[in-house]
C-alpha cells in the first residue's frame, strides 16, 4: 500500500506567551498570532506588533517537566518572504528528558534553519516518553508559531491553520455518517521504521478504521525519530491517520500494484 500525502502535525495547547515587538512601517502593520485546532483571537495593538507563541505537549500527553517560559519568533527573512505562514518545529525529546533533535519547516514550503528558536528550546526540560512496558524512550512534541498580515485598523483576524494528518489510508468509500475521519495512533517505533506497537489514543468513530489504520502502519512502518547527530532511535510516535477515498485521477497515479489496498 501506499499513503497518499503528509502534513506535519495536529496541533493543542499546553501553554502560551506573548510578546511586544518593534513595528515594521513597510508592512502596514503585521499581526503574529498563535492558533490552534479550534482557532483563538489575535490581539492586534496600533502601531505594534504582537506575538503570540506556543509550545505543544506530545498532543496532551509530552508535559514539561519544569515551568521554564520561552518566546519564540518566526526568522526574520521568513516573515520578510512572505506575508503569514506558519512554522512548526518538530522536536526529538532524550530518555532524559533534554532536546535530542530540533527541525524546524514552514507549513507548504519545507525545512528551514531556525538556530535561535532551536536554541531558546533546547534551554527546557521535557517528560521522557514511556514504551508499553513503562521504560525511558525517546518522543516527539511540537513549537508551532504563526503570523499573518493585516491593514492597520482592520479587526484582529482569527487564525485557523488546519494541518491534516501525517499519513492518509485510502478508501473506496467512507463509512456512513462520518466525514473527514481520523484516528490518532500510539505507535512504538524501531529505529529501522518498523511500529513495534500501536495502540489508538483518539478512535476515528469506526473500530474498522481503526483497525485498519493500525494494521497499516504496522505493514508498512512509519518515519523513525532522528536525533541531532541523523541517528535513528527506538522512540515513541503519536500518529494521526486520515481517511481518503481515492478520485478516479487518484487512482490512476496510484496504479493498479496499489488496488489491494483500497479494500479496507
Not at 503574529?32 to 509550545?55: C, K, Q, R
Request: some cysteine; glycine content about 10%; overall charge neutral.
Amino acid at each position: 500500500m501506499k499513503w497518499l500525502g503528509r502534513a506535519i502535525i495536529r496541533a493543542g495547547p499546553l501553554w502560551f506567551l506573548s510578546k511586544r515587538i518593534a513595528p515594521n512601517p513597510a508592512n502596514e502593520g503585521l499581526a503574529f498570532g498563535l492558533a490552534w485546532d479550534w482557532g483563538g483571537d489575535i490581539a492586534v495593538f496600533e502601531g505594534e506588533i504582537t506575538m503570540l507563541s506556543i509550545v505543544l505537549p506530545l498532543l496532551f500527553e509530552q508535559a514539561l517537566t519544569d515551568l521554564q517560559k520561552v518566546v519564540l519568533e518566526a526568522p526574520a527573512e521568513e516573515m520578510a518572504r512572505s506575508r503569514d505562514g506558519i512554522e512548526v518545529i518538530r522536536l526529538v525529546i532524550a530518555p532524559d528528558g533534554s532536546l535530542a533533535g530540533c527541525y524546524p519547516q514552514i507549513v507548504g514550503r519545507g525545512p528551514i534553519e531556525d538556530r535561535r528558536s532551536c536554541r531558546k528550546l533546547s534551554k527546557l526540560t521535557f517528560a521522557p516518553s514511556p514504551d508499553q512496558a513503562a521504560h525511558k524512550v525517546y518522543g516527539e512534541t511540537f513549537a508551532i508559531v504563526t503570523w499573518q498580515a493585516i491593514l492597520r485598523g482592520q479587526a484582529s483576524p482569527r487564525v485557523y491553520p488546519k494541518l491534516g494528518p501525517e499519513l492518509y489510508l485510502p478508501l473506496a468509500r467512507l463509512p456512513d455518517g462520518l466525514a473527514n475521519p481520523a484516528v490518532r495512533l500510539g505507535l512504538l517505533v524501531e529505529a529501522d521504521g518498523k511500529v513495534e506497537h500501536c495502540e489508538v489514543k483518539k478512535s476515528s468513530g469506526s473500530a474498522s478504521l481503526d483497525k485498519a489504520a493500525c494494521g497499516a502502519v504496522i505493514q508498512d512502518g512509519v518515519e523513525p525519530l532522528k536525533i541531532a547527530s541523523g541517528e535513528t532511535v527506538r522512540g515513541v510516535r503519536i500518529v494521526d491517520v486520515g481517511f481518503k477515498v481515492l478520485s478516479n485521477q487518484d487512482k490512476a497515479a496510484e496504479g493498479p500494484e496499489n488496488a489491494a489496498s483500497q479494500k479496507h
